[in-house]
Structure formats: C-alpha cells, structure tokens
C-alpha cells in the first residue's frame, strides 16, 4: 500500500486529518504497550469489547452509531514514512519495533450490532478479535469515533421523539466542537431521524438531505424588510422567509402583504420563528394567516430549542410544523459524554477481566440476546457467544481478515430504517424522553456468570 494512495474508500475516516496521520491518533501508552508486547512476544490472539457502564441520566437506551467510520479506519490502517520518522525523534522504540510497525496492518475481526440498533448498559457495541498489538493499538480511534457518534444519534432521537412526527432540522455546525464532529454529527443525526441538515458538505459526503434558506443578515443587508421578503420569494419560490429580525408580527402581516402584492405568484413554503415566547408568537401568526386564506403557508421554530422545549410545545398544541435545532442536539448538552470502555476480555485463549471498583468487565466474546413478546421486545441477556440465548443475537460479524463483510457495508438509508424499526420494538415508556419505570430488563446468563466467577477464583488463587 503506497503512502500516496493508504487504500481509502470515499472521505477519509476522520475529516482534517492527513490520510496517513489517523495510525498517529492514539494515545502514547497505546505504542508504549506495543513496544512492549513486542519485546516480550504476546503477539496472540485477543478480544477486545467496546461498551458503555452507565446510561447517562435521563437516557433510557442508546442509539449506537459509528461502525462506518471505525470499519474505514480499520480497513485502511498504515504507518507511513513520515509516522516512523516522528515515533524515532520521541527516542522511545527501538529499530526493530519501528520496523515492525511500519508494516503492520489490521488483519482481525470485528462483530457488532448494526447501526441504529438500541444498545443498554454494559452490553457490547463491538468486539475487536485479532493479534493483541493490533487489537490494542485501534482503542483510541474506535473510542472517539463510536462515542461522538453515539451521543449524537442518541440525543437526535430524542428530539425527533419530542417532535412526535414533525421534521427536525439540524442547524447546529456553527456551534459543533469542530469540523470532524459536525460532519460525523450530519450522519450520525439522520440516523436519529433528524429530517435534514444545514451542512452541505455532508449533504455531499453522506447523501444526507440539506435545508436553508436565509439568516437575519440578509434582511439587515436590505433597507426594507418588505423588499428583503420580495427579492429572496422571487428568487426562491417555495421558500421560507425570517420573520423575527425587527418585530414578529409585524414581519407576519408584511408576509400577508406580499401575497397581495404578488397574486398567483405568490408562492411562500413557511415562516421561520427565531426568537420570543414560539407558542403566543405561533398562534397570533396561524391566526393572521388563517384570516388572509393563507391557510397553507407553515410555521418552522427554532432559536435554542431541545426536547423539552420542543415537547412543551407539541403538548400545547402549538401551531408549529417543524423545528431547526442547533447548539443543544450538536453538541448533546445535557449529556455530553458516555462511560464508555474498550477492554481486554480475552487472551490467548483465556477469559480476561478487570475487577477495579465500580468497573467490571465481563469476560470472553460475547452475544446479546433481545427476547421479544408479540412483537414487542421485552428484554436482553448478555450471554457468551457461544450460547444458544433467547432472543435473536444482536452482534453480526462485519470484518474479517481486516477486510468489511457484506453487513458492515450498510446503506445509510437502510440505517436509518433500522433504527425507526428498532426503536418501534421498545416498549412505550422505554421510548420517551422522560426516564422510563421500568427501566429495559438486561441480564448476565448463567453461563456467563459463571465463567466470570471462575476466572475471579483464578485470580484470587
């Protein structure tokens, strides 16, 4: 593989990052631990599970999103020349490791369950199988990729519930920690089932929808306001115009206005409310529509809305047809962050745990089984992968010899549907934005269980 061409398929795995940097996003003690596996020969084969201890407060499941992103990086992972040459400067690892390492690729395995599948706590997102050096060296980057994407998907779902079937719009790039999470945020929000996104350069890259129409600069940058409404509903037909730049209602009876002016050409999607108390500022302007025939024209709100602005506003009845969020969903404020992990649970044939307080880790390859009753699913058990559980097995081979399956080239469409349909199998409560009681049923198997305590006896003897 040529340090010109690292074997990418489409946009890099991570946007900004030179194509033959992303073997240097790691965490040092990632190389320092390789140096020494190497020096000490423990290059066998090893299991890694990438899960998250603890939903955070008020989240009732997790959207899991990211396997795209992870599976591009792991097919195309390369040391380049100039990789080397920096890891030398740092005088750290000796010729031979460096030598090594300039021609290591991943050739392991990954299981995982599909993107936009409901994930809970402690259960396996993915599991990393390949020689220990290998399966090490990735935690960084699957780390960082499944949960920004995770948290993302998961709070989009959220505003997408609240909405109870009214479009969402994510018009939060402007406001994201940077230009990878907007973009991986754009995909990772139509999974959610966010409607489309303001970001045209993911609408390129994702094929996810894009919507827009105007800022409160362009009716600043025209002396009139009126005029302003005129010159972008001509160039724009359909369009949606900013009534709330100097005084709400006054913008809406100019809109009334100009559809006398114009006639039959008159042809205004929506107005957009940015700003005000939406719901009296959504009524007067249905009302002053509705008196002028204007019957068709919609309401679109925005202006620092989440969920429980969005749901206090369904549940009023607010005549509103759609919702642009920005800062809230991109950056998931009120839950910014998962407890996430990515640890060893097996080496060289053997079951691997960690038993620091707060923090097991259950042990092995394992599955996860979703029981389901008349349609609905009911429950999960963690079991080991080589159980027979009840349920269907959630994790699905997508990589071997370092190379995508069939399932880990999913159609960002079909994603999108799977989560619709996975979410839809939840029971009601477990769906909604407010903690559900009770919460999702998750079990360890017997089996498991077992084997957890065998290898604790192990350790303790």
């Not at 080496?347 to 042990?363: F, I």
Request: glycine share 8%.
């Amino acid at each position: 593989m040529s340090k010109e061409n690292p074997g990418w398929r489409g946009a890099p795995p991570v946007e900004g990052a030179a194509r033959d940097e992303l073997a240097l996003f790691t965490d040092l003690y990632e190389l320092t631990m390789l140096q020494a596996y190497f020096d000490e020969g423990m290059m066998e084969d090893a299991v890694f599970s990438l899960f998250v201890r603890r939903l955070p407060a008020r989240r009732n499941f997790l959207l899991s999103c990211g396997l795209d992103t992870v599976l591009g990086y792991l097919e195309s992972l390369y040391f380049s020349d100039d990789d080397i040459a920096y890891l030398r400067s740092l005088d750290k690892f000796s010729e031979r490791f460096l030598a090594w390492l300039r021609d290591l690729r991943f050739t392991g395995e990954v299981r995982a369950v599909p993107e936009g599948t409901p994930m809970f706590a402690n259960e396996p997102i993915l599991e990393v199988a390949a020689s220990l050096p290998q399966a090490q060296l990735v935690e960084t980057f699957v780390m960082n990729q499944i949960h920004l994407q995770t948290v993302l998907a998961s709070k989009a779902q959220r505003l997408v519930t609240a909405a109870q079937g009214r479009p969402v719009i994510d018009f939060g790039p402007r406001r994201m920690h940077g230009i990878d999470a907007a973009l991986k945020a754009a995909r990772a929000f139509y999974i959610g089932g966010v409607a489309a996104t303001s970001n045209v350069l993911a609408g390129k890259r994702y094929g996810v929808p894009v919507a827009g129409t105007m800022a409160h600069s362009y009716i600043q940058a025209h002396n009139d306001e009126t005029a302003a409404f005129a010159a972008f509903a001509r160039r724009y037909p359909g369009t949606v115009l900013l009534v709330d730049t100097y005084d709400t209602m006054a913008g809406v009876h100019k809109v009334v206005e100009l559809a006398k002016t114009l006639g039959e050409n008159f042809r205004i999607h929506a107005v957009r409310l940015d700003s005000g108390d939406l719901l009296t500022l959504s009524r007067e302007a249905r009302d002053v529509f509705d008196a002028a025939g204007l019957n068709r024209i919609d309401i679109f709100a925005s202006g620092g809305l989440d969920e429980d602005a969005i749901a206090d506003l369904v549940a009023a009845d607010a005549p509103i047809n759609g919702f642009g969020v920005g800062t809230a969903m991109g950056v998931s404020s009120d839950a910014p962050a998962l407890d996430i992990a990515y640890k060893l649970t097996e080496y060289a044939g053997r079951g691997r745990l960690k038993l620091s307080s707060g923090k097991p880790v259950l042990p092995g390859s394992k599955q996860i089984f979703r029981a389901e009753k008349d349609g609905q699913d009911v429950g999960d058990t963690i079991a080991r992968a080589t159980e027979d559980g009840p349920g269907r097995p959630l994790l699905v081979p997508v990589m071997r010899d370092g190379k995508r399956l069939p399932a880990g080239r999913v159609d960002l469409e079909a994603i999108r549907h799977h989560a619709q349909a996975q979410i839809a199998r939840l029971p009601v409560p477990v769906r909604q934005i407010t903690a559900a009681d009770p919460i999702y049923p998750v079990t360890v198997s017997a089996q498991l269980a077992r084997f957890q305590r065998d290898i604790e006896q192990e350790i303790d003897g």
